[in-house]
């Protein structure tokens, strides 16, 4: 037995050789695919391109990629972050990078909000390039962060936001003039807040009214005897509006975007509808008092 077992032919060890690490280049410069192509490849990587966010995103659907190379500017400012997110989506494992040349470095910023792994500012040389790409693999791509709906965003941010508004406020030399504390100038908000966060929280059926809210008519008639204009609500509502969603811009690296866009729709249909609730009351009180209605 152990002699014919020392009599099997010797086999040599059979060399496995990893498959190679796939990335998708998403360009609308023709040229730049071409060269980045050459260089990836030479360096031992399968290389998929795409010249637009349209066929860079058909490739995420369709097939699985190790690594994203996607130019920031295809043709507008800010079309690699729609590839970014897709792949983040699709195929969480894969890293991202975003390539922007030195202009555009602000709005590369926010890819790192949208979770890409890296921005790379061009031109890079192929080595620095190749260096990064293994460095990132080796790493792994960012976790993605959990998403937070609107609705807590707004009730983790109320402060924040009314004291945004309120530096708005002092900065309109109009509004100002009518002389408040800050308290007083923004004593509706907090009920306003809350009614946002409750509609956001059981949304109405498409084409229903806004609900009836008595904050807002005793906001106007407050504003009224404060000696407010017309004009002077309606600027207060614009730039509360602008507050919110500044706010939520400093929670885009959390938002759930699935459902931001009808979300927004419901802030500012909320706010514009205790504003015309608020300017109702206004307007029945400048009938009552008998003095002059301004715009």
């Given at each position: 037995m152990?002699r014919a077992y020392?009599q099997?032919p010797?086999?040599?060890p059979v060399?496995?050789?990893p498959?190679?690490r796939?990335?998708?280049?998403?360009d609308?410069?023709?040229e730049?695919l071409e060269i980045?192509s050459?260089v990836l490849e030479?360096k031992g990587f399968?290389v998929?391109s795409?010249a637009?966010v349209?066929?860079g995103?058909?490739?995420?659907?369709?097939e699985?990629?190790?690594v994203?190379?996607?130019d920031?500017?295809?043709?507008?400012?800010?079309?690699?972050l729609?590839?970014?997110?897709?792949?983040?989506?699709?195929?969480?494992?894969a890293?991202?990078?975003?390539?922007s040349?030195?202009?555009?470095?602000?709005?590369a910023?926010?890819a790192i909000?949208?979770?890409?792994d890296?921005?790379?500012?061009k031109p890079?040389t192929p080595?620095?390039l190749v260096k990064?790409?293994?460095?990132?693999?080796s790493?792994?791509?960012?976790?993605?962060?959990?998403k937070t709906?609107?609705?807590t965003i707004?009730?983790n941010?109320?402060?924040?936001?009314?004291?945004?508004w309120l530096q708005?406020?002092?900065?309109e030399?109009?509004?100002i003039?009518?002389?408040?504390?800050?308290?007083e100038r923004s004593a509706?908000?907090p009920e306003?807040f809350?009614?946002?966060v409750?509609?956001?929280?059981?949304p109405?059926?498409?084409?229903?009214?806004?609900r009836?809210s008595l904050?807002?008519?005793?906001h106007?008639?407050?504003?009224?005897e404060?000696g407010?204009t017309?004009?002077?609500?309606?600027?207060?509502?614009r730039?509360?509006q602008v507050s919110?969603?500044?706010?939520l811009?400093r929670n885009?690296?959390?938002?759930?975007f699935?459902?931001?866009?009808s979300?927004?729709?419901v802030i500012?249909?909320?706010?514009?509808?205790?504003?015309?609730q608020?300017?109702?009351?206004?307007?029945s009180?400048?009938?009552?008092?008998s003095?002059?209605?301004?715009?």
């Amino acid at each position: 037995m152990s002699r014919a077992y020392a009599q099997l032919p010797q086999t040599e060890p059979v060399e496995i050789t990893p498959p190679k690490r796939r990335i998708l280049l998403v360009d609308d410069s023709e040229e730049m695919l071409e060269i980045l192509s050459l260089v990836l490849e030479h360096k031992g990587f399968e290389v998929a391109s795409a010249a637009s966010v349209n066929d860079g995103l058909k490739l995420i659907a369709a097939e699985r990629f190790d690594v994203l190379l996607s130019d920031l500017h295809m043709p507008d400012p800010g079309d690699g972050l729609t590839v970014v997110s897709a792949m983040r989506h699709s195929n969480p494992q894969a890293v991202t990078f975003i390539l922007s040349g030195y202009p555009q470095m602000e709005n590369a910023a926010k890819a790192i909000l949208m979770q890409a792994d890296e921005v790379l500012a061009k031109p890079i040389t192929p080595d620095l390039l190749v260096k990064a790409i293994n460095d990132r693999l080796s790493l792994g791509a960012h976790p993605i962060q959990e998403k937070t709906d609107v609705s807590t965003i707004l009730e983790n941010e109320t402060a924040a936001i009314i004291s945004n508004w309120l530096q708005r406020v002092d900065a309109e030399p109009e509004i100002i003039r009518v002389r408040l504390t800050d308290a007083e100038r923004s004593a509706h908000l907090p009920e306003l807040f809350d009614d946002l966060v409750a509609r956001l929280r059981h949304p109405l059926a498409l084409g229903t009214r806004a609900r009836r809210s008595l904050a807002s008519e005793k906001h106007g008639l407050l504003r009224r005897e404060q000696g407010y204009t017309a004009a002077m609500m309606v600027e207060e509502s614009r730039m509360l509006q602008v507050s919110i969603f500044e706010g939520l811009q400093r929670n885009l690296q959390s938002v759930n975007f699935s459902s931001l866009l009808s979300e927004v729709m419901v802030i500012a249909d909320e706010v514009d509808s205790q504003l015309a609730q608020a300017m109702t009351s206004y307007i029945s009180e400048a009938k009552a008092d008998s003095r002059p209605l301004e715009a």
